[in-house]
Nanobody, 124 residues
Framework: QVQLVESGGGLVQAGGSLRLSCAAS????????MGWFRQAPGKEREFVAA????????YHADSQKGRFTISRDNAKNMVYLQMNSLKPEDTAVYYC?????????????????WGQGTQVTVSS
C-alpha cells in the first residue's frame, strides 16, 4: 500500500477554482492508478476522476466533465485535481485513493489505499 495525504481544500465562492493535491509515499507510485472521490454530508461517497499510471488515460465523472481535471506527476509522487467553475453542490470531503493494480476504475472497491480527505466548501 501507499500512504496518501491530501491538501488544497478550503472555502471558495461559487464560480471559483481550487487545486487539490495528493502526496503519495511508500511504494512505487508510478505503478498505481489514482482516483479522486468525494463525500457530501448525508450522502454516499462518489467517484470524481481517475488516472492510470501513464497519465495518458483519464476518466472523469459526467457531472464534473469540463470542470474538473485530474493529472499526475510520477517524478514527484503527486496527483492533482484541478476544479474550476465550482458550485455549492461540489461541497464535500475529497479523498485521494490508490489502486495497486493500475485499473483506473470508478469503483471504490478497487482502491486499496485512501487518504484522510480534505474539505472543500463552495459558498453561493
Amino acid at each position: 500500500q501507499v500512504q496518501l495525504v491530501e491538501s488544497g481544500g478550503g472555502l471558495v465562492q461559487a464560480g471559483g477554482s481550487l487545486r487539490l493535491s495528493c502526496a503519495a509515499s511508500g511504494r512505487t507510485f508510478s505503478n498505481y492508478a489514482m482516483g479522486w472521490f468525494r463525500q457530501a454530508p448525508g450522502k454516499e461517497r462518489e467517484f470524481v476522476a481517475a488516472i492510470k499510471w501513464s497519465a495518458g488515460y483519464t476518466y472523469h465523472a459526467d457531472s464534473q466533465k469540463g470542470r474538473f481535471t485530474i493529472s499526475r506527476d510520477n517524478a514527484k509522487n503527486m496527483v492533482y485535481l484541478q476544479m474550476n467553475s465550482l458550485k455549492p453542490e461540489d461541497t464535500a470531503v475529497y479523498y485521494c485513493a490508490a489502486d495497486g493494480r493500475g485499473r483506473g476504475s470508478p469503483l471504490e472497491r478497487y482502491y486499496d489505499s485512501w487518504g484522510q480527505g480534505t474539505q472543500v466548501t463552495v459558498s453561493s
